[in-house]
Nanobody, 117 residues
Framework: QVQLVESGGGLVQPGGSLRLSCAVS????????MGWYRQAPGKERELVAS??????TNYANSVKGRFTLSRDNAKSVYLQMNNLKPEDTAVYYC????????????WGQGLLVTVSS
């Protein structure tokens, strides 16, 4: 079965770094877009960063210059988060969009990132 494997969440002090990883496990799935969303307490889920199959990246203004989204293959993506701030505290969800008998979308279970002293 196709599923997402996420790792890298945790507790970090302000100014620290974390690296989130997401990989598609399975086959028969053509990936078009991979990225990360986050949802902070009391707020709506928002896009953090995404990357298309062509390599085009998109970042939320709040993370530009601090977060870097990269990939090493078509089904693995990494979010390097540097200079973390308390406002980055949220549950981070990997998102994958692709094609499998039509449009197909997967969501990870979510990783809690807590930035606090």
């Amino acid at each position: 079965q196709v599923q997402l494997v996420e790792s890298g969440g945790g507790l970090v002090q302000p100014g620290g770094s974390l690296r989130l990883s997401c990989a598609v496990s399975g086959s028969f799935f053509a990936v078009n877009v991979m990225g990360w969303y986050r949802q902070a307490p009391g707020k709506e889920r928002e896009l953090v960063a995404s990357i298309t199959r062509a390599g085009k990246t998109n970042y939320a203004n709040s993370v530009k210059g601090r977060f870097t989204l990269s990939r090493d293959n078509a089904k693995s993506v990494y979010l390097q988060m540097n200079n973390l701030k308390p406002e980055d505290t949220a549950v981070y969800y990997c998102n994958v969009q692709g094609v499998r008998e039509g449009y197909f979308e997967l969501w990870g279970q979510g990783l809690l990132v807590t930035v606090s002293s």
